[in-house]
């Protein structure tokens, strides 16, 4: 029989426990690497950081793509289909598919690594000697950096292992593997910089903390796949991964294009501003964007979850409960938008103060439209997300497009019209109005079989509902 996925509480408490910890290591570091390190040496880590982070858009979507089609080998699909799905009849996991799929992403994902080496190590590091130059020996920065270059290249080559667990469901276990990474990256880097590792030792914690993750990752896929099918995974040839690779890629692309122009109008606000605002209106601008996306993050973590789920229920039919989780999932990042968003721009200028610093977020009028903005926006990325469960990605040319012309308005309205803040904030509220606010949720409701007005309003309700059922029982 088909291979049911079901999304239990624990999955959820383990994906908010994996993403406070994944998201507040660097603030636990923080202390340490401030004690430890120069003001030089942090300055450079930072550097590495920002370097690290940009080229985790080279995946170009093909994580959540891979994600998406190992639920389909493990609902038992006789094939993988460019679109839609291809199950018939399916009697239970399909561990030929399965391993096909394993071994294409280890030769995709190796080849990524490759390429993020290259670029780390070619243009990474011009611009990395450019930084240290006279203040730290190059010796130094181009040790620590080839360390550091390496763990991210391993990382990337290696970022397939999360997917896979969550195409399976076995979301908890993904969580405890980046948990285990974490906590070891921190009792590695604390214990290297009181022995007086520096620079050198901080990207060496992080390296290590790498291998931590893929050994947790991989063991945990190994007991789900053996726990079930009770066999060995066989070998796939290099002409099947190449087959299998040419059917994900259209949709990967697709994938790729919406991360890339989510990527884009997330960085969007900071550098078109920092073109004509003055700095201090450019750190509260990237302070206040930096908090509300950490607080989009907690938002969505139950549509996260259960992505494999929506997967798997559209193969079962089963459109009622995929209704039904998705209006709530819907409705948490809604209230988590709303009621921890507003709580953090209350109080965001009080926490830093309590820290020593005079970084302020943006006033309280323009940080609140913009809030609401990134809600709306928000609403209408988690309905083409469901839409993206069926195997389709038909959001692409307009998220692409939207980017462009937000972007294009950012740089007229700041630097030609000089309207300030609000040069920033007007183009992304128009260009949102104007197609995605309204298009990608009623299609998604359309999807669900329902009206607009009736999937918003089950969102309101179903966590409400869910909050009274749980009091009830205590």
Do not use: H
């Amino acid at each position: 029989m088909i291979k049911d996925i079901r999304i239990s509480r624990n999955d959820i408490v383990w994906t908010y426990a994996g993403l406070a910890l994944g998201t507040g290591v660097n603030l636990l570091l923080l202390p340490l690497l401030v004690k430890f390190l120069s003001t030089e040496e942090l300055g450079l880590w930072y550097i590495f950081a920002a370097v690290g982070t940009i080229t985790t858009v080279l995946d170009f979507g093909l994580v959540t793509t891979v994600s998406r089609n190992v639920t389909v080998a493990w609902m038992g699909a006789d094939r993988l289909s460019g679109q839609g799905f291809a199950v018939d009849e399916a009697k239970g996991p399909n561990v030929t598919l399965l391993a096909g799929v394993l071994a294409a992403c280890r030769s995709a994902y190796l080849g990524l690594g490759i390429a993020v080496l290259a670029l780390c190590l070619g243009l990474g590091t011009a611009q990395v000697l450019r930084a240290a130059r006279g203040e730290i020996s190059a010796q130094t920065a181009l040790l620590a950096w080839a360390v550091y270059s390496v763990a991210v290249a391993m990382n990337m080559a290696l970022s397939f292992w999360n997917p896979l667990l969550r195409g399976l469901g076995c979301v908890a276990e993904s969580a405890k593997a980046n948990v285990a990474s974490k906590v070891a990256q921190l009792i590695l880097t604390a214990l290297v910089l009181i022995r007086g590792g520096g620079l050198l030792g901080v990207a060496a914690a992080y390296l290590i903390s790498g291998v931590i993750f893929r050994l947790f990752s991989r063991r945990y896929f190994f007991r789900a796949v053996q726990g079930a099918v009770q066999v060995p995974l066989p070998r796939t040839s290099m002409k099947s991964r190449i087959e299998i690779l040419s059917t994900l890629w259209p949709n990967s692309y697709r994938q790729g294009i919406v991360s890339v122009s989510q990527y884009a109008m997330t960085s969007a606000p900071v550098l078109v501003g920092s073109l004509a605002l003055p700095l201090s209106t450019v750190a509260a601008l990237g302070a206040t964007v930096q908090l509300v996306g950490l607080v989009k993050v907690v938002a969505n973590s139950p549509f996260n979850a259960f992505l494999s789920e929506f997967t798997s229920l559209r193969i079962r039919g089963q459109v009622d409960r995929l209704r039904k989780r998705f209006v709530f999932a819907l409705g948490m990042a809604a209230y988590t938008m709303a009621f921890l968003g507003v709580a953090a721009l209350m109080l965001g200028n009080a926490a830093f103060g309590w820290l020593g610093s005079d970084l302020r977020l943006l006033p309280i009028v323009p940080a609140g439209v913009f809030l609401v903005n990134e809600w709306a926006v928000n609403q209408y990325a988690l309905c083409s997300g469901l839409l993206a469960t069926a195997n389709r990605v038909p959001m692409a040319k307009a998220y692409a497009l939207t980017a462009v012309a937000t972007i294009a308005g950012m740089v007229v309205c700041v630097t030609v019209l000089g309207w300030g803040i609000w040069g920033i904030l007007v183009p992304s509220v128009v260009m949102s109005l104007a197609y995605n606010d309204w298009a990608w949720p009623r299609r998604a409701a359309q999807d669900l079989g329902l009206g607009l007005k009736a999937m918003f309003a089950g969102s309101v309700v179903a966590p409400v509902a869910l909050v009274r059922r749980r009091a009830g029982r205590e």
